[in-house]
C-alpha cells in the first residue's frame, strides 16, 4: 500500500524553508510515498486585514471570521501563501500542483459557531478518490478552506485541515510545521508530549494561541491512527512528538 505524509507548513513557516526541508521532499518523493502539503497563511491574513483596518481577533487560537475578514482570508491564502510555497517547491523541481475547496469539491465543511466565530469551519468531507488520483502524480499543496453543502466558503484551522486530511487518507505520519522548535516548557523543548500534559498545560496557559489548536490537532490524529505526529520548525528535527496517554 502506498504510504501518506501529510505536512502542515504555517504561514510563517513558508518563508523560513531550508534546502534540507526541499531535500528531504524530493527524497521521500523519490522513495515512493505520497505527499500532501496543507498551507497556513495566518500572518498573510493579518496584513491584508490590518492594511484594510479590520480588527484581528481569535478565540483559542481560531480568527473570528465576518464576511469581509473571509473575502481577505481567501485572497492571503490563494492569492498570496499558496503561490508562495508552490513558486518555491517548483523551483526545486517538485511537481506540485495547488488546490482548494472548490477544485471538485475536494474539501466540504460546516460551520463551528456562528455566533462565536464567523465564517469558521470544521472539514466533514473530502473527495478522497480525487485527492488520491491527484497524489499518485504529484505532491498536493491544499489550501485551509472549505465549502459548505450550499456553497458558502468557510475559513478552517491549517493544523485542523491537515489532521482530518491525515486520518481520513490514513496518513502514516502527519508533520506540523511552526516558526518554534516544538512545545516549549521552562525554556526547552518538551521531547514528547501527551494529551494528559496537553490539557494541563492548556490550563495552566503554558500552551497558548495558535499552538492550541495546533496542539488539539495532534492529539486528534494520533488518537484516530495516524502513527506519528509531530510539531517542529524543522523537517530534519524531532520537535515535539505526540504520543499516546502513558499507562502509570
Ligand atoms: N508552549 C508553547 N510552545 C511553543 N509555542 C507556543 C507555546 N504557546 C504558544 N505558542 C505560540 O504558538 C505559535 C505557533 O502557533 P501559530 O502562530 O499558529 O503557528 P503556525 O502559523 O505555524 O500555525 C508560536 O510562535 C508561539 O508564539
Ligand atoms: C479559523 C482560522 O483561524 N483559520 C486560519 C487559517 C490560516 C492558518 O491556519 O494559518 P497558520 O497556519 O499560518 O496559522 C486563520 O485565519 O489564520
Known amino acids: 500500500m502506498t504510504k501518506l505524509i501529510v505536512i502542515k507548513i504555517?504561514?510563517?513557516?513558508?518563508?523560513?524553508?531550508?534546502?534540507?526541508f526541499f531535500d528531504q521532499i524530493a527524497q521521500w518523493y523519490r522513495q515512493h510515498y505520497q505527499i500532501l502539503i496543507v498551507h497556513g497563511g495566518g500572518p498573510m491574513i493579518n496584513r491584508l486585514t490590518t492594511q484594510l483596518a479590520l480588527p484581528v481577533h481569535k478565540v483559542n487560537g481560531l480568527r473570528v471570521t465576518d464576511a469581509a475578514?473571509?473575502?481577505?482570508?481567501?485572497?492571503?491564502l490563494l492569492g498570496d501563501a499558496q503561490p508562495a510555497l508552490l513558486a518555491q517547491l517548483t523551483q526545486h523541481q517538485l511537481p506540485v500542483l495547488g488546490l482548494n475547496a472548490a477544485d471538485n469539491q475536494l474539501l466540504?465543511?460546516?460551520l463551528i459557531d456562528y455566533q462565536q466565530l464567523g465564517y469558521v469551519g470544521r472539514l466533514t468531507g473530502i473527495n478522497h478518490s480525487q485527492l488520491m488520483q491527484l497524489l499518485a502524480h504529484h505532491i498536493g499543496v491544499l489550501a485551509p478552506l472549505a465549502l459548505t453543502k450550499t456553497g458558502q466558503w468557510l475559513n478552517v484551522n491549517a493544523d485542523m485541515a491537515a489532521t482530518v486530511l491525515a486520518q481520513q487518507l490514513h496518513a502514516e505520519k502527519l508533520v506540523l510545521?511552526?516558526?518554534?522548535?516544538?512545545?516549549?516548557?521552562h525554556g526547552n523543548v518538551m521531547t514528547s508530549l501527551s494529551p494528559q500534559q496537553a490539557q494541563r498545560l492548556i490550563r495552566t496557559a503554558v500552551i497558548t494561541a495558535g499552538m492550541q489548536p495546533k496542539v488539539q490537532a495532534a492529539i486528534a490524529a494520533i488518537q484516530t491512527g495516524v502513527r506519528q505526529a509531530v510539531i517542529t520548525n524543522a523537517i530534519d528535527q524531532p520537535g515535539t512528538a505526540i504520543i499516546q496517554e502513558v499507562a502509570v
Open 69 to 76: 475578514t473571509l473575502a481577505l482570508t481567501k485572497l492571503a
Open 10 to 20: 504555517g504561514g510563517q513557516a513558508i518563508s523560513q524553508l531550508n534546502a534540507t
Open 177 to 185: 510545521l511552526t516558526d518554534v522548535p516544538g512545545i516549549m516548557h
Open 108 to 110: 466540504t465543511g460546516e
